[in-house]
């Protein structure tokens, strides 16, 4: 019984992600899961689509650049689809990985189908944290050298002013000493 429920769980889990990604509704990751998408693309997906949803195939082709009638029929034998709609002329989209489950029973095609997709799903995600983590750090660096060199301002201001207080008290001492002193007294003979 229980091999049974984890069976339809791995199923479940396996129709899931080979389930058809809508281009106009999928987050980067989901793009991303797609064979042949990589995080260049599916920044320019997300790109375009900010402008507007994509209508149908041929908008989606003339808006992202690098994509092509050959790509968008793997995209969408992948599983990819605009507004529901799959590319014409491309094969259906998998439902499940026919060609391991023909060596091994259904019941254990599915388990093993289900690391793979979930393995799948950790590239995009770690190449987007990745990408994160290099942002923030390439904007720690701009904030600490935009620090540095207000702080190198800031001392520079201060240098100037401590120099031009100088050169103010500098005429005054001169003037000091170049006036004649009286003289304390004279020594007596």
């Known amino acids: 019984m229980l091999k049974k429920i984890l069976a339809i769980v791995a199923m479940l889990y396996a129709s899931i992600a ?10 980067a990751a989901e793009l991303d899961g797609i064979k042949g998408i990589g995080p260049g693309i599916s920044t320019k997906i997300i790109d375009e689509r900010k402008r507007g949803n994509f209508k149908d195939w041929n908008d989606f082709i003339e808006r992202v650049k690098g994509v092509g009638d050959g790509n968008a029929a793997k995209f969408s034998s992948e599983g990819m689809t605009v507004n ?19 060596a091994k029973p259904a019941a254990a095609a599915a388990p093993a189908a289900a690391p793979a997709a979930k393995e799948e799903m950790k590239d995009p995600k770690a190449e987007a944290k990745m990408k994160s983590d290099e942002a923030k750090k ?21 240098q100037a002013k401590e120099d031009a207080k100088k050169a103010k008290a500098e005429p005054k001492k001169e003037a000091a000493a170049a006036a004649p002193q009286a003289p304390a007294s004279t020594p007596k003979k």
């Open 18 to 27: 080979f389930a058809a990604v809508d281009v106009n509704k999928a987050t």
């Open 84 to 102: 529901g709609a799959g590319f014409k002329g491309a094969p259906a989209a998998p439902a499940a990985p026919a060609a391991k489950a023909d």
């Open 138 to 158: 390439a904007k720690a660096e701009e904030k600490a050298k935009k620090a540095e060199e207000a702080k190198a301002k800031k001392d520079a201001a201060k």
